[in-house]
C-alpha cells in the first residue's frame, strides 16, 4: 500500500510547473544530452509544384513524414489540417525546405529547428501550422543540441516528463485536462502500479501516467489518468473527478462522485485516434527505412540498342510478310500483278493523284456506303458485309500497288549497277519484289541500326524515319493508284506503252500487238514473247539472262487496249 | 574568412536560384540524405538516363551520401531505396516514353559520396554531361557506363582505400580524366565505342598497375607520369599509336625506364579504328 501526502501546492500550479518545464525540456533534456543532430540518420525532401515534403528518420528507428499537398497538411499520411494554396503558411514552408535542399550537409535539423509557424494564419492554417510544430516539436526541437543550462524541474517530474515527451500526444491531453479546470494538489505517478486498499483513504489527487490504479479505498481528490488503467473496487471510491484519456476503466465506476469526462486532446483527437497514431508511430519505429519514392524498375539508358534491334526485327518481319504477299499475288495473279507494274511505270503522276484522292476519298465512302445501307430497308443485311469489306478491299489493294511499285523498283535496280546485288538474280520477278521491297524498307532499317548507335544518331534517325515515311506515301499512292486505273490490273489501258524507252526495263508489252501477226503493225522495237502466265516479260536488254522464256502469246484483246500508253 | 564569403557569395544564387524555381513551379527538387550508421562497406548504383551529373565528397565527414535532384515531374521520377547496404539512386523516365535530348537538360543530379564508409560504385549513364570529382570519398571499386555523354573526372585527393578495379565503358562519348591514379586502382579497363577518351595517370602510386583498352572507333590517349615504366601491347590493323618513347621489343613496346623504375603501367590496347596516343605528363 502506498500513502498520499497532500502538497501545499495547487495541481494547476503543478500541471503549469509541469507544461512549463516541457517548454524548457524542449531546449535542455536532461537525460543522455549529447550532440543530437548525429541521431537523423535519414531525409528526404522534396519541393514542386504539387507538394513540399520531408521525412526523417532517427537512429532509434522512429520517423516523421510532413507534406503539403492538394490543399491539406499531413502529417505520417494522416491529414492534419487544410492550408490555402499560395498562402501564407505554404509559401513559408517551401521556404524552410528550399532552403533546407540548398543548404549544407546536416544543416536540415538547425533549419527545422529554426523555423517558426508565420502570423496572421487563418484558423484552419493555424490549426494546421501548430500540428505541423507540434510533431517538429516532438521530433526535431526536442532533439535539439543546444548546451543551455537545464531549467530546474519541479521535483519528481523527470519521469514524467520524459515520458510526456516520448508521447506528445499525452501532452496535448495533459495541456487539455489543465485547461479544463484546476485539479487539487496531485500526486505525480508515472508507470507503476498504484493500489489503495480497502478501507484506506488518501488524500489528495492523482496525476498517473501509463499506470494502473487499484482503488479498493477512498481517494479524497480528482484524478487525472493517461494511459493506462483504473480499477475502483466494490469499496472503492473517488470523492473528484475522473478526467482520463487512452485507458481501461474496470469497477464501481459508479463511485465517482465527481463523475468521469474522458479527455479530448488539444488538436482535436479522439482516444480512438490517438489509439491509432500510436499504433501507427509503433510501426513506422519498427519498420524498415521508408521512401515515399516507389521504387520501380531502372530503365536502362542503353535501351536504344534494345529498341534498334526492336526496329530491325520489325522490319523484316514487315519485309517476310510483304515479300510474301507480293509471291503469292506473283504465283496466283501474275498477269494482274504485271498489268499494275506497267500502269504504275508509264504513268506515275496520274497514279499517283488517282492513289492519293483514292486513299483520302475510302473513308467518306465507306461512312457514306454504311449511312446510304442503313437508310434502306434492303441494305440493311449489306451493312454487314460493307463494313468489313470495304476496308479489307481498300487494303488489299493497297498492298498490290505496293507490292507492284516494289517490282518496279526491283526492276530498276536490275537495270543499274548495284553492288552487292551482281549475284542475285534481278531480272526473275520474285527478285525484282524482294529487291525493291529491300530499298522501300532500308531507311527503316538504317535508321534502326543507326538507333542501336546510340541517341548522338538521334537526328539521323529521324530524318531516315521521315524519309521513309514519305517514300512509303509516295510509292503507296502511285501503286493504288495504278491498281484504280487499271483495275485492279485487269485493263492495261495506261499500262501499254512500251517498257524500253523508260529507264526501268528493256522489257516488252507483253499485251502489245503480235508484231509477227497478220494485219498487226507493231507499236514499238521488237518485242519478245513471253507466255500468259508468266508475269515478266521475256526479252531482257542484258545478257546472260537466257533463262526468260523467248516466246509468249499475246493475251486475248480487249476493247480499249490500243490506248496510249503515256502518263496522259 | 574569404572562404566563408566565397560560399556565402556562392549560397546566395543557389538559394535564390531554388526560390526562382519554386516560384516558377516547373521543377521538382528531391533530395536524399543519409548518415553513416556503421556500415561496412555500401554498393552505390546510380542510373540516370539524361542531363546534368554531378559527383562529388560530402562537406561533412559523417554522411553516407547526399542526393540532389532536379528534374520535371511530368518526364522523370526519382529512384531511391536503400538496405542491406545497397543504394539504388537516379533518374528514370516516367511512363515509359523516350525522353528527348531537350527534356534531358531539364534534369540534374548531384551526388555526394561521405569518405567514412568504402564504396563499391557504378555509375550508369545515356545522355548525360558529367562532371565528377572521385577525391575524397572511400573507392573499393568504380564503374562507369555512359551512352552518348561528354564526362570530366578529376581526383583530387588520394584514394583511402585500395581501389580492385576501374571499369569504363564509354558509347558514343568524349571522356576526360585526370589524376586517375590517385584512385589506387590495381586494373582500368576501358571499353570505348566512338569518340575520344583521355586518361591521366597521374598520381599513381602502386607498384603495378594494369589498363586493358578496347576501342572502336576513336581515339584515346593516356597520360603516364614521368618515373612509372610503361609497356603496351596493342592489336588491330586499322589503329595507329603514336607514343615516340616507347621503344618495341618483341611483341611488346617499353619506355626505356620499365627495367628500373619502382612504378609500372601494363597496358594494353585493342582498337579497330582509330588513334592510341602514349604521352608524359607530371605527377
Not at chain 1, 434502306?376 to 498492298?399: F, K, N, R, S
Not at chain 2, 575520344?196 to 590517349?221: C, F, K, N, P
Request: glycine letters at 12%; aromatic letters at 4%; hydrophobic letters at 40%.
Amino acid at each position: 500500500m502506498r500513502n498520499f501526502h497532500n502538497s501545499p501546492r495547487a495541481v494547476g500550479t503543478r500541471i503549469a510547473s509541469v507544461v512549463s518545464a516541457l517548454v524548457l525540456a524542449l531546449l535542455t533534456l536532461p537525460i543522455g544530452l549529447e550532440a543530437q543532430e548525429p541521431e537523423l540518420v535519414f531525409n528526404q525532401l522534396t519541393v514542386s509544384s504539387q507538394e513540399a515534403s520531408l521525412t526523417l528518420e532517427f537512429e532509434d528507428g522512429s520517423s516523421l513524414s510532413a507534406s503539403l499537398r492538394d490543399g491539406g497538411v499531413f502529417v505520417d499520411g494522416a491529414e492534419v489540417g487544410r492550408y490555402t494554396s499560395g498562402g501564407v503558411l505554404e509559401s513559408s514552408w517551401r521556404g524552410l525546405l528550399a532552403s533546407a535542399v540548398a543548404a549544407d550537409n546536416g544543416q536540415v535539423l538547425n533549419l527545422l529547428r529554426d523555423w517558426t509557424a508565420p502570423e496572421n494564419l487563418s484558423a484552419d492554417e493555424a490549426a494546421a501550422a501548430s500540428a505541423l510544430s507540434a510533431e517538429l516539436d516532438r521530433f526535431v526541437r526536442t532533439r535539439s543540441s543546444a548546451a543551455e543550462p537545464a531549467g530546474t524541474l519541479p521535483a519528481g517530474t523527470e519521469e514524467l516528463l520524459q515520458e510526456i515527451l516520448l508521447e506528445s500526444e499525452y501532452l496535448k491531453a495533459l495541456t487539455a485536462a489543465a485547461l479544463a479546470r484546476p485539479l487539487s494538489p496531485a500526486q505525480v505517478i508515472v508507470g507503476r502500479d498504484f493500489r489503495i486498499e480497502a478501507g484506506q483513504t488518501v488524500d489528495g489527487s492523482l496525476l498517473a501516467l501509463n499506470s494502473r490504479l487499484d482503488l479498493e479505498g477512498t481517494l479524497d481528490g480528482d484524478v487525472v489518468l493517461l494511459g493506462g488503467g483504473l480499477r475502483i473496487g466494490p469499496d472503492g471510491r473517488i470523492t473528484g473527478d475522473l478526467r482520463w484519456t487512452d485507458a481501461e476503466l474496470d469497477g464501481n465506476l459508479e463511485a465517482i462522485d465527481g463523475g468521469s469526462q474522458e479527455i479530448e486532446p488539444v488538436l482535436g483527437l479522439s482516444s480512438e485516434d490517438l489509439s491509432e497514431r500510436i499504433r501507427a508511430e509503433v510501426r513506422s519505429a519498427t519498420a524498415e527505412a521508408r521512401s515515399t519514392v516507389t521504387p520501380r524498375s531502372p530503365r536502362s539508358p542503353f535501351r536504344g540498342i534494345v529498341r534498334g534491334l526492336g526496329g530491325l526485327f520489325q522490319t523484316a518481319v514487315t519485309f517476310a510478310i510483304l515479300l510474301a504477299i507480293g509471291l503469292g499475288v506473283l504465283h496466283f495473279f501474275p498477269r494482274e500483278l504485271d498489268v499494275v507494274s506497267r500502269t504504275a511505270a508509264q504513268a506515275p503522276g496520274r497514279s499517283f493523284l488517282v492513289g492519293l484522292a483514292g486513299s483520302v476519298l475510302a473513308l467518306p465512302v465507306w461512312v457514306s456506303g454504311m449511312v446510304l445501307l442503313a437508310v434502306t430497308v434492303i441494305g440493311l443485311p449489306l451493312l454487314l458485309l460493307w463494313i468489313p469489306a470495304l476496308p479489307i478491299v481498300v487494303v488489299g489493294l493497297m498492298i498490290l500497288g505496293f507490292v507492284a511499285m516494289s517490282r518496279n523498283v526491283g526492276r530498276w535496280v536490275s537495270h543499274r549497277n548495284v553492288q552487292g546485288l551482281e549475284g542475285m538474280d534481278t531480272s526473275r520477278p520474285a527478285m525484282q519484289i524482294g529487291a525493291g521491297l529491300l530499298i522501300l524498307l532500308g531507311a527503316f532499317a538504317i535508321a534502326s541500326v543507326l538507333q542501336i548507335g546510340g541517341v548522338i544518331f538521334t537526328p539521323f534517325v529521324i530524318l531516315l524515319k521521315i524519309a521513309g515515311y514519305l517514300a512509303t506515301l509516295v510509292v503507296g499512292c502511285i501503286g493504288f493508284g495504278a491498281v484504280l486505273l487499271s483495275r485492279a490490273g485487269r485493263d492495261p489501258g495506261y499500262g501499254r506503252g512500251d517498257w524500253d524507252p523508260d529507264p526501268w526495263a528493256p522489257s516488252p508489252d507483253p499485251f502489245a500487238p503480235d508484231p509477227h501477226a497478220p494485219g498487226k503493225p507493231s507499236s514499238g522495237p521488237a518485242h519478245s514473247a513471253e507466255p500468259a502466265h508468266s508475269a515478266e516479260p521475256a526479252h531482257s536488254a542484258e545478257p546472260g539472262r537466257s533463262e526468260e522464256p523467248t516466246t509468249h502469246q499475246d493475251p486475248p484483246a480487249t476493247p480499249g487496249d490500243e490506248g496510249e500508253g503515256v502518263d496522259r | 574568412m574569404i572562404r566563408c564569403t566565397v560560399l556565402a557569395l556562392t549560397a546566395i544564387p543557389i538559394v535564390l536560384g531554388a526560390s526562382a524555381e519554386l516560384a516558377g513551379q516547373d521543377r521538382t527538387s528531391t533530395q536524399f540524405e543519409r548518415r553513416a550508421s556503421g556500415e561496412s562497406s555500401v554498393d552505390v548504383n546510380v542510373r540516370f538516363g539524361a542531363g546534368d551529373f554531378t559527383l562529388g565528397p560530402t562537406l561533412s565527414g559523417n554522411h553516407l551520401y547526399r542526393a540532389t535532384l532536379e528534374y520535371l515531374e511530368e518526364h522523370w521520377e526519382p529512384i531511391h531505396t536503400y538496405g542491406s547496404g545497397r543504394l539504388e539512386l537516379g533518374l528514370q523516365s516516367r511512363g515509359g516514353a523516350p525522353r528527348s535530348l531537350r527534356q534531358g537538360g531539364e534534369a540534374s543530379m548531384e551526388l555526394r559520396l561521405g569518405p567514412s564508409v568504402p564504396v563499391d560504385l557504378s555509375l550508369e549513364m545515356g545522355a548525360v554531361r558529367a562532371s565528377m570529382d572521385l577525391g575524397g570519398m572511400a573507392l573499393r571499386s568504380f564503374e562507369l557506363a555512359t551512352g552518348a555523354s561528354e564526362t570530366r573526372v578529376e581526383v583530387s585527393r588520394e584514394n583511402p582505400v585500395e581501389m580492385s578495379e576501374l571499369s569504363l565503358k564509354i558509347g558514343a562519348a568524349s571522356f576526360r580524366a585526370e589524376g586517375l591514379g590517385r584512385l589506387n586502382p590495381a586494373r582500368i579497363s576501358v571499353e570505348g565505342g566512338v569518340g575520344e577518351v583521355r586518361l591521366g595517370l597521374e598520381g599513381l602510386s602502386r607498384d603495378e598497375t594494369e589498363i586493358a583498352a578496347s576501342m572502336g572507333l576513336g581515339a584515346l590517349e593516356i597520360t603516364v607520369p614521368d618515373g612509372v615504366g610503361i609497356r603496351l601491347t596493342r592489336s588491330g590493323l586499322l589503329s595507329t599509336l603514336n607514343a615516340p618513347f616507347l621503344e618495341r621489343r618483341g611483341s611488346a613496346h617499353y619506355s626505356d625506364d620499365w627495367d628500373t623504375s619502382d612504378r609500372r603501367v601494363r597496358i594494353s590496347v585493342e582498337s579497330a579504328l582509330g588513334s592510341v596516343r602514349i604521352i608524359r605528363g607530371d605527377g
